[in-house]
């Protein structure tokens, strides 16, 4: 049974002030909750309904220190924000991340300016993740990596991404510490991206989806790139969607790996 | 001045009921109403702000069976559709396009499997768009090209993109008429994408967003392409989301065609 005090303190954590008093965070429906509790984050409640329990008896028991509380269908519509409830919420606590600038040397990392819409945050989680990219930055002006909106997009690939909150400035300080660091954007001047030779390693910024990549962010780029559009002179869409562009350019760096398919 | 019979009007066009009665749809802000008056696509009704019209007077003069109305930023938010309305409203003709099997035979279409999401088709539609695909097709069970957030996620590709609403099995016998035509499709047990043989022109057909390619497709798909994760063995996302899908297939499309950067 759910009692009033926590159909309001769920409710309350819809906002991101509250998730941020309390630390936590919610994730919904049985395929999000499912890899919730494969990961490393820590839940630390579960509202199901009876068939839901009934059926995950296994992976509860493995964590004891959840606390398991059975609704009923009813219930779930009076705490899901989702418009098709699916038997199960739970409520976890939010992961901060600390990053090591020589793990960041070695591996190809992602920096946001300012994004602002979740379902691109949640669609460019999934992405990183799909494309083994560990770390992914975002400035502090950037939308809650917790929204509702994000952790649904994101189809559990936030449970296994680190993502970290920067202040522009000490970043680019913190970067500037790099030797033989390449930093990537896009820009509709930048080179084309099929021919440019693009390293293993380093850090692509794209920007936010109104204002694109910032002076400042600008000047520490040292390779700009650009998806070219077919045939080159038509006259098309002026710009790609910041999470479709995301893609584009991260297939196009790990295209370049070779791997071996033959396993 | 707005009359109680317009704003009823346009708000059952919301409606994609009244929009096919009417054969209409409409368009918001001044971004997406000047790519509309920019186009081949027929305007009929313009309501905007004394402000918009000062600025637009030669646009509308070129188009003078347009009917502009001015209102005030208080009518505009009675219309709008946005959560920021901005300046000026704008109702325009439904396309029918009829497509010609050697056309298709010659270029690189896409085809679109009962995709639901409005943000989803809008966002291919700015992929094709951005990629030269002229003609798009989806199935008749698929979201409405009208609908209000495709139109706007398109930022203005719509009106320069053929969308077809074909019947599976009819468009299928079509499909059978051409020889020497490619059709791909991506799947998680197909070759790695990046090192398939890729042709300029055929089909590519992607399933809709929770059940992927149908068997009756499937049957029709002479290439099976997969886009690889990185590393390979990793426990990632168990798949990209459709629009993130579309873009890299389409860029790696593209990238196989050689154009001349250096004009």
Redesign the interface.
Known sequence: MLSKNKIKFINSIKKRKYRDIHQCFFAEGEKLVDELLNSNVQTTDIYATADWINSNQQKIKIQPEIEVCEISEAELNKISSLSTPNKVFAIAKQQKYKYELKEIHQELNLFLENIKDP?NLG?IL??A????IKNLFCTNESVDMYNPKVVQ?T???IF?TKVHYVESKEFISELNKLENFNIYGTFLEGN?I??ETLSENGLIIMGSESHGISKELSSIINQKLF????????????S??I??AT??VC??F??R?K???S?
Chains 1, 2 share one sequence.
């Open positions: 379902g669609t999934r992405i993740d799909w494309f083994g997009a189809m559990g690939a296994r084309n099929y021919s998806i070219p559009n077919y045939p080159l002179d038509s006259e098309s869409s002026e790609l969607n999470s479709v893609a584009i297939s196009e790990r295209r790996i791997q071996d398919y396993k």
